[in-house]
């Protein structure tokens, strides 16, 4: 009895434990949630937290590992991301199919981000099977999305352009509001990135009313694509951009979102410098370069070049050489390859202004490579031919005395100065001719979807004009068969009539007049009449019959004709007036002589002509 009772309370005590260790765990997860995306640091520490737990289910690590490496995304450590997404993947292998298609997903992601887009993209087909074998649709359509984000992240923008067009009519008719806005904003995304920035600005507006909305993080959606808009305006050197600016500014302070707070004081310092508002572009720059290097400096290259050009409009030369003190290759190691030149370029302008010939040879030797990479020939034989003059005039200078060192030091300084000046001329001259020639391909681009809207439309009032020719059709075959008919039926009412006792006539004159009757249906002007309607809807129906059959009779053709009208025999039998046995009679010696098997042969081959 005793030892029942310690195991009860053992139990009690397990099972109080257990619950204790789920409410904290839900607490913490609950605050974790509230700042995951607005105060990543704080909520890493409720993520360590629910790590330190006791008596957590596999399920829950599993799920906490996950959320750890979404920290690790968000705050640009994604080698942490991926180990943690990988920690999660292997910890619980009885977790289920689901768990695993979404962990894969954020591999995936991850992956995407490190520029490994092949292998996101191999990740995320897994996922999309592992999906379909629980027939999840709403996830599978969401992972066509991410597929069409690693398009567009690997600047294959037609490709994604591709997947999102053909996602969103799926999306629009599964009916998730989340998903297809979502999606609505990527098509935005993607339009702004082809310069497309009308169409980006009516795909960003179409998810502003979502957005709106206050539910999970939308309204960081809505104040970024308020931004995005602002950007686009910013594009078109319209004032407009200004105005979506601020509202994006305001929505980013209300909520926290210190990160897009400091992106967006960016473009609009970004939107000041190219319309050579210097003054107002640099504390806006400033202020957003300064948050960056400190919290995301992985992303601040653009930021921290357009912040040095505008200092040296302004000639702060003092200020920039504090920047340019700082450590770069943080910086760089996740830049884009036009962020990287244009970096070098300012680099190289300010070095040679500064009169640091070692400096600015560094940076016209990372140039050099940048141009390769862009296959930019006659930009690399330029820049080829004054670095090997830098390497004659070193190889010179270290043989004479330091006499003529002195005094060709002026020298030196002239030609060094023509040359940078010759190099940012050339460098402009060909950046012109880059933005022209994309300006023709995105012009052509516009052509070519215009045409093929236009072929689209033809074809759609083709289908349209054919289904309307079909449909009367139709109904001229309906309208023929039932006069036939009816025509028919009044003479079989007649004869029945005449055949009652109402009228009082003897057999023989009975016979006579029925004769008559009949004679009257059966006549030749009435077949030609019908002869006449049916050649109208089917204008080629007997001189095709004739020639590929000609040893068919002119009764044959008529029979044919009836079975053209799609009439069963009883009807054909009606019509002709024979019986019904004689139909079935005739159509089987119509088949021996157009040499078909059966009868469902003879109706294909009627019906084909």
């Not at 759609?460 to 309906?478: C, F, M, N, T, W």
Request: proline share 2%.
């Amino acid at each position: 009895m005793l030892k029942k009772a310690i195991f009860v309370i053992f139990l009690l005590n397990i099972s109080l434990l257990l619950a204790q260790s789920n409410r904290v765990y839900k607490g913490y997860y609950n605050v974790f949630l509230k700042k995951q995306f607005s105060d990543p640091q704080l909520s890493k520490k409720y993520l360590d937290s629910i790590l330190l737990l006791p008596n957590l289910p596999d399920s829950t690590i599993c799920k906490t590992y996950n959320d750890v490496g979404i920290y690790h995304a968000i705050v640009g450590d994604y080698e942490g991301a991926l180990r943690n997404f990988e920690k999660s993947y292997a910890f619980d292998p009885n977790c289920s199919v689901k768990t695993k298609a979404n962990i894969l997903c954020n591999i995936a992601n991850t992956q995407k981000l490190f520029g490994k887009f092949e292998l996101a993209l191999k990740n995320l087909f897994k996922a999309k099977k592992l999906y379909a074998s629980i027939r999840d649709e709403k996830n599978l359509l969401k992972v066509e999305s991410e597929i069409c984000a690693v398009y567009y992240n690997k600047s294959d923008f037609n490709k994604a352009l591709d997947v999102s067009s053909e996602l969103i009519p799926k999306l629009e008719t599964l009916g998730d509001e989340k998903l297809l806005n979502i999606q609505l904003l990527r098509q935005a995304n993607i339009q702004f990135n082809i310069g497309d920035f009308a169409n980006a600005i009516v795909y960003y507006n179409k998810t502003l009313p979502y957005f709106s909305k206050d539910i999970e993080n939308n309204l960081q959606n809505k104040y970024v694509a308020l931004m995005n808009i602002g950007a686009c305006y910013s594009e078109l050197s319209s004032p407009k951009s200004i105005d979506y600016f601020n509202k994006a500014l305001v929505g980013f302070r209300a909520i926290s979102d210190s990160r897009n707070e400091f992106l967006c004081m960016g473009s609009i310092g970004k939107y000041y410098y190219k319309i050579k508002n210097y003054e107002k572009a640099t504390p806006y720059l400033k202020k957003s370069f300064d948050y960056m290097y400190a919290n995301l400096p992985h992303i601040s290259l653009e930021i921290f070049t357009f912040y040095l050009n505008s200092l040296q409009k302004q000639n702060s030369f003092s200020e920039i050489e504090e920047l340019l003190a700082l450590d770069a290759a943080i910086m760089l190691s996740q830049a884009n390859l036009q962020e990287k030149i244009f970096y070098y370029e300012t680099l190289a302008t300010l070095y040679g202004k500064f009169g640091d010939k070692p400096s600015e040879y560094r940076a016209l030797k990372s140039l050099q490579k940048l141009y390769t990479e862009r296959q930019k020939e006659n930009t690399f034989d330029e820049l080829q031919k004054k670095l090997n003059q830098y390497n004659i005039k070193n190889e010179i200078n270290k043989n004479r005395n330091l006499e003529l060192q002195v005094s060709n030091l002026k020298l030196q300084n002239t030609i060094i100065w023509i040359l940078i000046l010759f190099t940012v001329l050339l460098i402009s001259y060909f950046f012109d001719k880059y933005k022209k020639k994309n300006k023709i391909q995105d012009l052509i681009l516009m052509q070519l979807q215009q045409e093929k809207e236009l072929n689209e439309q033809n074809n759609l009032l083709k289908d349209e004009q054919l289904k309307l020719e079909g449909e009367l059709l139709r109904i001229k075959e309906r309208e023929l068969t039932a006069l036939q008919l009816k025509i028919f039926q009044i003479k079989s009412n007649i004869i029945d009539f005449l055949q009652s006792n109402i009228i009082k006539t003897n057999d023989k004159e009975l016979k006579n007049i029925i004769v008559k009757i009949e004679s009257f249906f059966n006549n030749d002007d009435y077949w030609r009449e019908f002869e006449i309607r049916f050649t109208n809807m089917h204008p080629d129906f007997t001189i095709k019959l004739k020639k590929t059959y000609p040893a068919l009779t002119k009764k044959d053709i008529d029979f044919l004709s009836l079975i053209k009208l799609n009439l069963n025999n009883k009807e054909i039998a009606t019509l002709i007036n024979i019986s019904y046995e004689s139909v079935i009679s005739k159509k089987y010696l119509l088949r021996k002589k157009m040499n078909l098997s059966s009868e469902n042969e003879l109706i294909q081959c009627v019906n084909e002509i």
